[in-house]
């Protein structure tokens, strides 16, 4: 009787174990994906009411010029005399710092340092483990060590950047043509192009959470600014990847020109789709150069080992 009670106690046991185990499984994907859209909202939210500040920022400091006496070119002006004692290495940090996803307004002033204190540092600690040393090592050998510790601290967070520009192009360029297909199908229906913008960042927040969020300030920028033009422009070189380009460029094109943005739309998704599977088909074709060598030092001794052992331990044996 205790045995049977212990083994239904344990089926009872089980089946709700893995009740519980069914339900987390449906639920977490859910709460995961109203959790990115929920962040593609904030990020929208976010960005309205940075443009929104911003706008009234300016339209404060208009007032003071106004009050002060200040003419539209004295403003200008001195605009560009900032920007000639600024230089343009600071826009293009900037723009990079965009590309990978930073856009905290300090990220660049943080990178410029960075490629300043990470070189003392390696330097730093280069001579402190030369210090440590129990051998004495040769100058020339010291000062080599210590220029490209310097140099490698130096080109680190520069490597860093670029790996982290590339990785988001490659994740945007692979899921924008599924996004266009979307978008496609939303202004054939009637829908305008700020709220088709909006409505693809929350569908594809899922598979696609980089492409959602530019997006997402993309549509924030059409819905806050009057210019359209400047929005595509600033969401292409925010970007940066080809697929971005192009379809600012489209649209921008579609408006100037008054042609269909449908149209262009579904001209642009078939090219990014051509250049997907072009892209996949020139990785397939440097696969087996790529093979090669792998097969050549693993792949062809232990193939000549396993022909020629059996043959050589025969041979031995007939000659004993």
Avoid: H, W
Avoid at 134 to 150: D, F, M, P, R, Y
Avoid at 227 to 256: C, H, N, W, Y
């Amino acid at each position: 009787m205790e045995n049977v009670l212990n083994i239904d106690t344990l089926i009872v046991f089980l089946s709700a174990l893995a009740a519980a185990a069914s339900f987390v499984a449906v639920v977490i994907p859910l709460m995961n994906r109203s959790e990115k859209k929920e962040r593609v909202r904030s990020v929208i939210e976010k960005k309205k009411k940075a443009l929104f500040d911003q706008t009234k920022e300016q339209a404060g400091k208009a007032y003071k010029a106004d009050e002060k006496g200040m003419s539209a070119s004295q403003s200008v002006a001195a605009s560009f005399k900032v920007r000639q004692l600024l230089g343009d290495r600071v826009d293009q940090v900037k723009m990079q710092m965009q590309q990978a996803g930073y856009r905290n307004p300090n990220a660049p002033i943080k990178y410029m340092i960075a490629r300043v204190v990470i070189p003392v540092i390696l330097v730093l600690f280069t001579m402190l483990i030369f210090s440590k040393a129990e051998k004495e090592v040769s100058g020339a050998v010291v000062l080599l060590v210590i220029l490209g510790a310097a140099g490698l601290g130096y080109m680190l967070p520069r490597i860093l950047l670029k790996n982290q520009i590339v990785k988001r192009a490659q994740d945007i360029n692979l899921a924008f043509p599924d996004a266009l297909d979307m978008m496609l199908i939303c202004v054939q229906g009637g829908i305008g192009l700020e709220q088709t913008v909006n409505r693809i960042a929350e569908e594809i927040s899922e598979n696609s959470p980089i492409l959602a969020e530019e997006l997402g300030i993309l549509s924030a920028e059409m819905a806050m600014l009057n210019d359209r033009r400047k929005a595509l422009q600033d969401f292409a070189r925010r970007v940066g990847s080809g697929a971005a380009k192009s379809f600012a460029t489209a649209l921008i094109q579609a408006e100037q020109y008054g042609t269909s943005v449908s149209q262009a739309m579904r001209v642009m998704s078939d090219e990014l789709r051509d250049q997907r599977m072009a892209m996949a088909e020139q990785k397939a074709a440097s696969l087996p150069p790529k093979l090669t060598v792998p097969m050549i030092l693993f792949f062809l001794p232990v193939l000549f080992v396993i022909i020629l052992v059996p043959a050589v331990m025969q041979a031995m044996d007939n000659l004993k």
